[in-house]
């Protein structure tokens, strides 16, 4: 114990004399906690859903400079009530024109897009560059039908209000949740997952070249006399953690403290990402953190295998395959944080940290559940930093030589 607590002061005094890691601590978290103080500082009612300083909600005023014209519309039959097109469009947005200038109008992008009324069933759509996100023939089609649906009205002598009352008819919605919101809780959860991937990578890149480093440069002979391979291991691995969770925690605490402090200024705008509840941190510490260290002590191991910095990014690019994979699936799976492929990832060791996490932040999970991945998660971070400290011993005098996974194996058997 006392050589891995002399490793383990002298790595942590090694992050803390890195001035790029102080600095960069100190200025996200100062930046971060200066941003969330600017709806105190000045009025930015313009922008939240706060009252001004003043007192008064400033309202936006429409200027002629500010409506620009969007859309060209040939409607030569006025088969569509311009009050409908008003309605839907906005005032200002559009102008009645004929065929043959809309496609011109667009190709020198005059306009956004345009539109042919043929008929109450049919009609032609021009835009040059459509987007994941184009609504405008939808937008008309809406028109369309409505504008149908006033000219049956009409023929048959009906009340087309009347009848738009009755069919479309507002529902009193009383919504109470009794589970998890997940809408509400994506949005800090996908930062959560995208804050422990950069941990992992970051820090176990860090790892994986201090051990290569020690060994390359010989330095690894002077290290052994005075400690053991295992203490070096761990050692190196734990400052890491706490060095990451120092980080971290840092940056959260100004972030997090700074938007409670201002939450009001903010007119909770930024709940979803910021407001986040006491039971979502902790579980986010603990598998985290757990997910942080198994990789940790698997990076150590991978950095062990190599003698040469050169050769870090092949001995961990098998490793970086998993860790990618298992980021891309805990991310698309957000949005069914209750189906079986979740459920799976949330008991295996090299996804619980992300899956488990986001099951309880956003979907149902039960105590025992919880409980029977965190054991997992344990055993398995145990397991790697054995199978870590192993490699490294072995390593310890095999300048130039990669560790073969029969002799890793042979070794494994004896020390049993």
Known sequence: MKKFLLVL?????????????????????LLGGAVLFLPSLMDMSEYLPVPSKNGETKVEEETEEEVTLDYYICDENQLIPESLITEIFGEGTYQYVEEDKIKEAIET???????????????????????????????????????????????????????????????????????????SNFWYCYAFEILVFMMIV????????????????????????STTPTSLLFGKVIAGAIASVMQVGIVLVCILGSY????????????????????????????????????????????????KTEDISKAISGLMLVIMVVYMLSLTQLSNVDGIIIKVLSF???????????????????????IISGVILIVSIIGAGWIGALIYRMGTLRYGNPIKITNLLK???NDK
């Open 348 to 370: 295996l060791p090299v996804s619980s940290y992300s899956a488990m996490f986001a099951r309880i932040a956003m979907g149902s999970v039960s105590m025992v559940e919880v």
């Open 411 to 413: 070794e494994m058997k």
């Open 109 to 183: 992008e005059e306009i956004k897009a345009g539109f042919v009324i043929r008929s109450l069933d049919e009609m032609d759509y021009y835009v040059l560059n459509k987007g994941m996100m184009d609504m405008e023939s939808q937008m008309m089609e809406s028109a369309l039908v409505t504008a149908g649906q006033i000219d049956y009205c009409k023929k048959h002598n009906l009340e087309y209000e009347e009848l738009s009352s009755v069919y479309n008819k507002e529902i009193t919605v009383n919504e109470e949740i009794l589970g998890k919101d997940t809408e």
């Open 260 to 307: 409670q402090l201002n939450r009001e200024a903010w007119g909770g705008s930024l709940d979803m990402i910021f407001n986040i509840p006491a039971e979502v941190l902790v579980t986010f510490g603990f598998f985290g953190l757990g997910g942080f260290l198994f990789y940790a002590f698997l990076h150590g191991a991978m950095g062990a295998l190599v003698s």
């Open 9 to 29: 002061g002298f790595e942590l005094k090694e992050y803390m004399r890195n001035k790029a890691f102080v600095i960069t601590t100190l200025v996200i978290a």
């Open 202 to 225: 970051l820090y176990g890149q860090m790892i994986a070249t201090s051990v290569t480093t020690e060994k390359s440069n010989r330095s690894i002979e002077v290290l052994v006399t």
